[in-house]
């Protein structure tokens, strides 16, 4: 029950911000939608929080997904406020149909964001799905299945191509009107920053790094020029997706305890 409740908790936060268009955390709402249960459940002791391990200077449990949640969109703005700085020194003489080249560029560029989101974001995935099948006794240790590998490749590819555009209008126009030389920039901020991010274990949002890469590479260009409002708004949102996930888990494990209750 924790699980699910937990599930529940990110998948319904997750589908309110899809539809007002706001890009939010759906790593982070994932962790919100665990803690919450796990509290309500078994109560606060049992949640890895860290603060222990922080003080001794290792970065552990909660405390590290929060350290990626703050250091991750930092990174990726800085980081996409040099790119194009670079490709605009690359391309100082470049005449203007050198963006026929740039949106070519992006069929490499974007399949090295979409590699480096499935080698972070498709493992929390995986992740509870092993949990789960452990739990359940249908595996002997935590070891994930091919199967498992597969089924979630395709469940996060199915996804993608369903559309979203909200909010993919709210990433190529809200923030700051994209070009084919700021979409390079931002897939090749993203993926680097996420790649990196996954090789060292630590959980980020590709939604938040690609998000702030937009407002850094606004920024580099035409600081003016870039919505500062509608990027509050959105940061507002990821500050508050883990209580708010959080919230909606421990609101389900109530229903799901009153039902079991009357059955």
């Keep these: 029950s924790i699980l699910l409740c937990g599930l529940v908790g990110a998948i319904v936060w997750n589908l309110a911000t899809w539809y007002f268009g706001i890009p939010s955390s759906s790593s982070h709402a994932l962790v919100g939608g665990l803690i919450g249960a796990v509290v309500v459940s078994a109560g606060v002791d049992n949640v890895v929080w860290g603060f222990a391990e922080l003080s001794r200077g290792n970065l552990t449990g909660i405390m590290k997904v929060l350290a990626a949640l703050i250091l991750s969109p930092i990174i990726g ?102 070009r084919p030389i700021h979409a390079l920039s931002s897939q090749l901020t993203s993926a680097v920053v996420i790649l990196t991010a996954s090789i060292i274990g630590a959980p980020v949002s590709t939604t938040h790094v690609v998000s702030t890469s937009i407002m850094g590479i606004g920024a580099s260009e035409r600081p003016r020029a870039v919505r500062w409002k509608k990027a509050k708004d959105i940061a507002i949102t990821w500050i508050i997706t883990i209580p708010g996930s959080a919230l909606v888990a421990i609101q389900t494990f109530a229903i799901v305890n009153l039902f079991i209750g009357k059955v």
């Design 77 to 178: 703005f800085w980081v996409g406020f040099l790119m194009l700085r670079l490709l605009n020194i690359l391309l100082f003489a470049a005449k203007p149909s050198a963006n026929t080249g740039l949106r070519y560029a992006q069929f490499v560029t974007a399949a090295g964001l979409a590699f480096s989101h499935g080698a972070n974001d498709a493992q929390k995935s995986m992740g509870m799905l092993t949990l789960a099948l452990l739990l359940g006794g249908f595996i002997p240790r935590f070891e994930v299945p091919f199967w498992v590998m597969l089924a979630c490749a395709i469940a996060i590819t199915l996804g993608i191509l369903s559309g979203g555009w909200r909010i993919v209008r709210t990433l190529g126009f809200a923030i700051y009107r994209v």
